[in-house]
């Protein structure tokens, strides 16, 4: 016996992601706990809750979480219906959570502070590999672990405004005219923006969903004044892949905002890079600088900054971790993922292999294993959980026999200049493959009606 025997495997978050590995865990009969920052499963989620993702309810339910679901009577949503973040949670997270399989074990207001081994700092390595995770809990509290399956996502630390990675001069002092990414522009946060005028910075569906609301809530609200600023020379990757899009709302998204943007209800920025901010008559004038060098600014009530999001691995920084030094993902699956190489939306089926680090027992899944990288699926973490457990009760065939079923974006190339060009057209979609999108990378606020385009020219590429 070690003295990794009989000590649980700790998850950490109680979002899609990490209940998915409860179930797992339950499955292959392995001691698990969950520790959850909020009070509630899905607290991150319960925050976009007004917000309807683009997957529908096929893609949205784990495999072991819905037998265990079935077992207890569940009633399953519509495999085809597309749900809001609240209804993700309250038909499916909080039950998942309820179930006496998983509830014993889930802890929620525990904050993880700092993940070690016990007795080892990251210098080590003699007996490190059968040494206990130490788990250091915001309370004070310290747990220990056979393993870690690290599922925090990256909700709570966003991406800043300014251009090069650091914070514009003076966003510090502008807080009070920023907004977190996905506000509830029509319900709970409307009085913050009726009869404003709103700035949007960021080129992902997150950003696409906000400008959509802010243009229903501008042709009703006179005074209601919407601009969309991007760093690229083109919208072209917002505007997606249309009526080429395996997920109809995902093309329908798209189609609509290009259509607000071509009647001039929403007012397009391009090459827009944030320098600074200053706040100003109760307004925030925002300074914006150009390749050449040159200033302007232009002067707004409300920001809101859909830059996009980062991991937070400073609990893990004395963990032995292999991380890209681009997107801050695990190193293996950066290749697979990152947006400045990665072409025709697709992502290899990847699990435990893939989201390994030289600190055997540690595995940061979901969200957190993209790193910076925009746009994930939950059925792509579900996968990955499934991969990592199997793993972990020694099963490793079936931990090797990865497979990832996603749907085609029908956008051919993520770069955005690349696209506008012609030059990189669309081939066939290699089998189980697709562009990852969802809890990060694409939500919409409303069923959206579905825009038929015009069919791409013969040899045309199917991302114009």
């Not at 001691?31 to 319960?46: M, S, Y």
């Not at 189980?432 to 791409?456: F, H, K, M, N, W």
Request: charged residues 20%; negative net charge; glycine residues 12%.
């Amino acid at each position: 016996m070690n003295a990794l025997d009989g000590l649980p495997v700790v998850v950490i978050g109680a979002g899609p992601t990490g209940l998915a590995a409860a179930a797992h865990l339950h499955e292959r009969g392995l001691p698990f706990t969950i520790l959850e920052a909020g009070d509630t499963p899905g607290a991150a989620v319960r925050q976009w809750g007004h917000v309807r993702v683009f997957s529908p309810w096929r893609y949205n339910v784990d495999p072991a979480a819905r037998r265990l679901l079935d077992e207890a009577g569940w009633v399953a949503p519509d495999p085809e219906a597309l749900p809001t973040g609240a209804e993700l949670v309250g038909d499916y997270l909080q039950p998942l959570a309820e179930l006496p399989q998983l509830k014993p074990h889930v802890r929620y207001g525990a904050r993880v502070e700092a993940i070690s081994r016990l007795g080892l700092d990251r210098l080590r390595t003699a007996g490190r590999d059968t040494a206990p995770f130490l788990l250091r809990l915001a309370d004070g509290d310290e747990l220990f672990a056979r393993a870690v399956i690290d599922a925090s996502g990256t909700w709570g630390t966003p991406n800043v405004l300014g251009a090069s990675g650091l914070p514009a001069r003076g966003e510090a002092d502008s807080v009070a005219h920023l907004e977190h990414a996905l506000p509830d522009v029509l319900g709970a946060d409307r009085g913050r923006f009726v009869g404003r005028h709103t700035l949007v910075v960021g080129s992902g569906h997150s950003a696409a969903n906000t400008l959509l609301s802010l243009a229903e809530l501008s042709a009703a609200e006179p005074g209601t004044e919407v601009t969309w600023a991007i760093r690229t020379a083109s919208p072209t990757r917002t505007y997606g892949g249309g009526a080429a899009d395996a997920l109809p709302a995902r093309g329908a998204l798209g189609s609509r905002l290009r259509a607000h943007v071509d009647a001039g209800r929403i007012r397009l920025l391009t090459g827009f890079s944030v320098h600074a901010l200053a706040p100003t008559d109760g307004r925030v004038s925002v300074v914006v600088r150009h390749a050449d060098g040159t200033d302007e600014s232009i002067t707004v009530d409300r920001i809101v900054a859909a830059t996009g999001f980062r991991p937070d691995h400073s609990i893990a920084a004395e963990l032995r971790l292999d991380l890209d030094p681009v997107l801050g993902a695990t190193r293996a699956i950066a290749p697979l993922i990152d947006p400045n190489e990665h072409s025709c939306g697709t992502v290899p089926p990847h699990g435990v292999d893939e989201l390994a680090h030289p600190e055997s027992g540690y595995y940061a899944v979901g969200m957190k294993s993209y790193g910076r990288a925009p746009t994930f699926l939950m059925a792509t973490g579900y996968e990955q959980v499934r991969s990592v457990v199997a793993a972990l009760a020694g099963d490793w065939t079936a931990a090797r026999e990865v497979q990832l079923d996603l749907p085609e974006t029908g956008v051919c190339n993520s770069n955005a200049a690349e696209s506008a060009s012609g030059d990189n057209c669309c081939g066939p979609e290699p089998t189980g493959r697709g562009l990852s999108t969802g809890i990060s990378g694409g939500l919409l606020s409303a069923p959206l009606s579905l825009v038929a385009l015009d069919a791409a020219p013969a040899g045309g590429c199917c991302a114009s």
